[in-house]
Each structure stands twice: as structure tokens, then as C-alpha cells.
């Protein structure tokens, strides 16, 4: 006697008394009288039993319907031991030999009955997976095609007439500034930090958009370099502040150059402008290993920041700090993690007020 598994989609027309799905199991024997034996020891399993007098008969079962077992009558073997492995060749599962124990039939067929519905679980499940992967991926599609719109927008219609605003109010203050009263002269300095301001958002909104596509080319950084390049563009720009500025050596990352040179331009423009309140700041760069981990961060001695409000750092134009005390347009931490995110990696941030803060990022 053979037992076969099908790995076919079984056919659902009868439930079972338990409310589950039959699923069907094919007896092939030229016997009527053991055809029926079979099916009076299987009816308790409450499946769907066909049975098949000749191996033609049974050619034509599977081509109608799916069976999760085949009982096939392999009767006469001489050399047991050699027919058998050449059963298992043909696809044979197990053997039960004659006289046939009802017990054991029922729990070796039961076996496979269950192998098999558990294997259509998996199928039925793998096939919402993939519908809804398709669907999700539809939707993305959707989402970034209208972010490119939106982002184009951006850039021509919104930015062009804040452009042209801004290089009217500097023409202004250039030409008649010395005309206008003090009100005046102040009202028209204020215009053009709003318009500054607004730029600035605009631009932090461009990388955002632009951050969303493109693909990821990953190749050894070295964060080192770019840290000191950073610094010196920072110094450049900031001739009168004094930082001390450590960068550690050898500090290399997997990950795509132009990104991480974008993320480590926001750490540490976060870290010189936390700390431009301390006449000699101190910032590190660094990497460490904790549990197999590599983690690169950027640490600074500023003002830190209250773990309560952590949760918001990372989201777009959330700031924990008013303009008066520290500028920006709350962009850059947002655009740090939607480059990690994008590399499969996570950042997140340490603190405490007046203590100082250090971000770290595994990519």
C-alpha cells in the first residue's frame, strides 16, 4: 500500500462535521472488496473518499479532482526491500503492509491529510501576502507620484514668486534703506527673515521628496573623511565660534556616499547649533560596538534635550526650541532618519537638559 501527497489546491465542495473543508483521498485497487475495506476504515476521518478500479481509472480521478493522498495496491512484492526504494523514487511516501491495521491506517493517512491542509494555509496565506504587497506597492506608487507633483510645485510655482519677494525687499533695504525710519527699516528686515525662513523650509521639503527615491547604492564610507570635511565648512562658515572637535579615526559605514554625507551634515549641524550657546563647545565622532552592533554617533556638551520630547524629534518641523533661541526650519533630523530608514537601518537620540545629547545611526 503507497501513500502520495499532492501539493495541488484541493477542491472545497463538502465541509467536514467540524465545519473545515474535505479534502479528498483516492483508493486504487483492482478489488473491489479491499476498495471497500479501505472505505469503511477511512470513513471516520469524514473526507472525501474516491476510489479508482485500475491505474487508468486513476489517471482520469487526477485529472478531474485533487487528492491529498493516493492509496495505491503495490501487492506480490518479491524483494521487498528493493521495490520499496524504488517506490519511494516514484514518489511513495510510506508502505503499509497487509494485513492492514485500522488504527494505523487512519493515523498515518491522518497525517498527511493534515500535511496537506496545513500546506494550502500556507499557499492561501503567501497569496494575501503577495495581493497585498501588490497592492501596497500601488499605493506607494500612487503616493510618490503626487509627492513629485507636489515637490515640482515646490520648486516653481511657490518658490519663484518668494524668490522674486525676497530680491525685492533686499533691493529695498539696499537702495532706500537709509530713507525709511527706524519702523519701517525693522518691518522690512523682518520680511526678510520670514522670506529666508520659508526658503529654507522649501529646500528642507526638496530633500525630503528627493529622499524618497532614487536608489540606494551602498559601497564602504568613510565617515571620518567626510566628518572633517563637514567641520571644516562648518569653521568656514563660523569663524568666531571655538569647538573643539574630535573625530575618531577609521570610522567606516556601508551605505550610500551621497546620503550618509547628507546624514552626517545634519547631525552635526544640529550639534554646532546646540551648542552656540557655550563659548567652547566639544563635539565627538565616533563608532562603538554593542552586542555585534556597529553604531556611528555624534555627540555634543549643548543644551541636550528632555527624553520626555524624544519621540518628537525625528518628525518634520517639529521643534523643541522656539526661533528666537535656536533657527532652523525643523528639517534636518526628519531627513536623518528617512536616510536611515531608506538604508534598513535606525537612529535615534540621548540626553538630558543642560547635559548635552548624542544621536546614534546603524545603517
Given at each position: 500500500m503507497v501513500t502520495k501527497t499532492r501539493e495541488s489546491t484541493p477542491e472545497t465542495e463538502s465541509t467536514t462535521?467540524?465545519?473545515?473543508?474535505?479534502?479528498?483521498?483516492?483508493?486504487?485497487?483492482?478489488?473491489?472488496?479491499?476498495?471497500?475495506?479501505?472505505?469503511?476504515?477511512?470513513?471516520?476521518?469524514?473526507?472525501?473518499?474516491v476510489e479508482a478500479s485500475s491505474g487508468a481509472d486513476a489517471l482520469r480521478q487526477l485529472l478531474r479532482h485533487e487528492f491529498a493522498v493516493v492509496l495505491l495496491d503495490v501487492t506480490a512484492l518479491d524483494q521487498a526491500?528493493?521495490?520499496?526504494?524504488?517506490?519511494?523514487?516514484?514518489?511513495?511516501?510510506?508502505?503499509?503492509?497487509?494485513?492492514?491495521?485500522?488504527?494505523?491506517?487512519?493515523?498515518k493517512?491522518?497525517?498527511?491529510?493534515?500535511?496537506?491542509?496545513?500546506?494550502?494555509?500556507?499557499?492561501?496565506?503567501?497569496?494575501?501576502?503577495?495581493?497585498?504587497?501588490?497592492?501596497?506597492?500601488?499605493?506607494?506608487?500612487?503616493?510618490?507620484?503626487?509627492?513629485?507633483?507636489?515637490?515640482?510645485?515646490?520648486?516653481?510655482?511657490?518658490?519663484?514668486?518668494?524668490?522674486?519677494?525676497?530680491?525685492?525687499?533686499?533691493?529695498?533695504?539696499?537702495?532706500?534703506g537709509g530713507k525709511l525710519d527706524k519702523r519701517a527699516l525693522e518691518q522690512l528686515r523682518k520680511m526678510r527673515e520670514v522670506s529666508e525662513r520659508m526658503a529654507s523650509v522649501f529646500d528642507g521639503l526638496q530633500m525630503l521628496f528627493r529622499l524618497t527615491s532614487g536608489e540606494i547604492r551602498r559601497e564602504q564610507v568613510d565617515v571620518s573623511a567626510l566628518a572633517a570635511e563637514i567641520v571644516q565648512e562648518l569653521r568656514a562658515a563660523n569663524r568666531k565660534r571655538k569647538v573643539v572637535v574630535e573625530i575618531a579615526p577609521a570610522i567606516t559605514v556601508n551605505g550610500d556616499r551621497r546620503l550618509v554625507h547628507i546624514l552626517l551634515s545634519n547631525l552635526l549641524n544640529n550639534a554646532w547649533k546646540f551648542t552656540s550657546a557655550k563659548p567652547a563647545a566639544r563635539i565627538w565622532i565616533g563608532q562603538e560596538a554593542v552586542e555585534g552592533e556597529s553604531r556611528v554617533f555624534v555627540k555634543d556638551d549643548g543644551v541636550g534635550l528632555d527624553m520626555i520630547d524624544s519621540h518628537r524629534l525625528f518628525g518634520a518641523f517639529q521643534r523643541l526650541h522656539s526661533q528666537s533661541e535656536f533657527a532652523g526650519a525643523g528639517i534636518g533630523l526628519a531627513t536623518a532618519r528617512r536616510i536611515v530608514n531608506r538604508h534598513g537601518g535606525r537612529i535615534w537620540a540621548e540626553g538630558a537638559v543642560g547635559e548635552g545629547a548624542t544621536f546614534y545611526f546603524v545603517l
Amino acid at each position: 500500500m503507497v501513500t502520495k501527497t499532492r501539493e495541488s489546491t484541493p477542491e472545497t465542495e463538502s465541509t467536514t462535521s467540524s465545519g473545515r473543508s474535505k479534502v479528498g483521498i483516492l483508493i486504487v485497487d483492482d478489488d473491489a472488496t479491499k476498495r471497500f475495506a479501505l472505505r469503511t476504515i477511512l470513513a471516520p476521518l469524514d473526507e472525501d473518499v474516491v476510489e479508482a478500479s485500475s491505474g487508468a481509472d486513476a489517471l482520469r480521478q487526477l485529472l478531474r479532482h485533487e487528492f491529498a493522498v493516493v492509496l495505491l495496491d503495490v501487492t506480490a512484492l518479491d524483494q521487498a526491500e528493493t521495490d520499496m526504494g524504488r517506490g519511494y523514487t516514484l514518489g511513495a511516501v510510506d508502505f503499509v503492509f497487509a494485513p492492514v491495521v485500522p488504527s494505523i491506517m487512519r493515523a498515518k493517512v491522518s497525517v498527511f491529510v493534515e500535511l496537506y491542509r496545513a500546506q494550502q494555509e500556507l499557499r492561501r496565506y503567501r497569496t494575501q501576502l503577495e495581493t497585498l504587497v501588490e497592492e501596497r506597492t500601488i499605493a506607494l506608487t500612487a503616493i510618490n507620484r503626487e509627492l513629485e507633483a507636489f515637490s515640482y510645485s515646490v520648486s516653481h510655482d511657490l518658490r519663484a514668486p518668494l524668490t522674486s519677494f525676497d530680491a525685492l525687499s533686499k533691493t529695498l533695504l539696499e537702495e532706500h534703506g537709509g530713507k525709511l525710519d527706524k519702523r519701517a527699516l525693522e518691518q522690512l528686515r523682518k520680511m526678510r527673515e520670514v522670506s529666508e525662513r520659508m526658503a529654507s523650509v522649501f529646500d528642507g521639503l526638496q530633500m525630503l521628496f528627493r529622499l524618497t527615491s532614487g536608489e540606494i547604492r551602498r559601497e564602504q564610507v568613510d565617515v571620518s573623511a567626510l566628518a572633517a570635511e563637514i567641520v571644516q565648512e562648518l569653521r568656514a562658515a563660523n569663524r568666531k565660534r571655538k569647538v573643539v572637535v574630535e573625530i575618531a579615526p577609521a570610522i567606516t559605514v556601508n551605505g550610500d556616499r551621497r546620503l550618509v554625507h547628507i546624514l552626517l551634515s545634519n547631525l552635526l549641524n544640529n550639534a554646532w547649533k546646540f551648542t552656540s550657546a557655550k563659548p567652547a563647545a566639544r563635539i565627538w565622532i565616533g563608532q562603538e560596538a554593542v552586542e555585534g552592533e556597529s553604531r556611528v554617533f555624534v555627540k555634543d556638551d549643548g543644551v541636550g534635550l528632555d527624553m520626555i520630547d524624544s519621540h518628537r524629534l525625528f518628525g518634520a518641523f517639529q521643534r523643541l526650541h522656539s526661533q528666537s533661541e535656536f533657527a532652523g526650519a525643523g528639517i534636518g533630523l526628519a531627513t536623518a532618519r528617512r536616510i536611515v530608514n531608506r538604508h534598513g537601518g535606525r537612529i535615534w537620540a540621548e540626553g538630558a537638559v543642560g547635559e548635552g545629547a548624542t544621536f546614534y545611526f546603524v545603517l
